[in-house]
């Protein structure tokens, strides 16, 4: 019942910077913790990979190749988090799914809940000239 809507895909130039966006929601009730929201991404024919993460202390880490490139932000609203992807490269193409980890919080009728690895659609980000 965890939803994860990602948005801020597109095409860009080599160069350039795109922000993502992805916020977490239930259908019904309410969440009161996630442990760590992330950033993975996928190339067909290639295993998903993980571009960011950031733990609910604040904590964050990256992908070697998106070092000093890519900044994973969660919002003043616990249950958004940002990708800002500066100097773009062709290699950076693929789909982009955000993930939240360990989404607790309540149902409807004040039922607790849990779930522990949620996956958004994805959005597909191009670099190309």
């Known amino acids: 019942q965890v939803q994860l809507v990602e948005s801020g895909g597109g095409l860009v130039q080599p160069g350039g910077s795109l922000r993502l966006s992805c916020a977490a929601s239930?259908?019904?009730?309410?969440?009161?913790?996630?442990?760590?929201m992330g950033w993975y991404r996928q190339d067909p024919g290639k295993e998903r990979e993980l571009v960011a993460r950031?733990?609910?202390?604040?904590?964050?880490n990256y992908a070697d190749s998106v070092k000093g490139r890519f900044t994973i932000s969660r919002g003043n609203a616990e249950n958004t988090v940002y990708l800002q992807m500066n100097s773009l490269k062709p290699e950076d193409t693929a789909v982009y799914y955000c993930n939240a980890d360990d989404v607790q919080g309540y149902s409807d009728f004040d039922k607790w809940y849990r779930s522990l690895e949620n996956w958004g659609h994805g959005t597909l980000v191009t670099v190309s000239s």
């Open positions: 239930v259908v019904s009730g309410s969440i009161v913790s996630i442990d760590s």
């Open positions: 950031i733990m609910s202390s604040g904590n964050t």
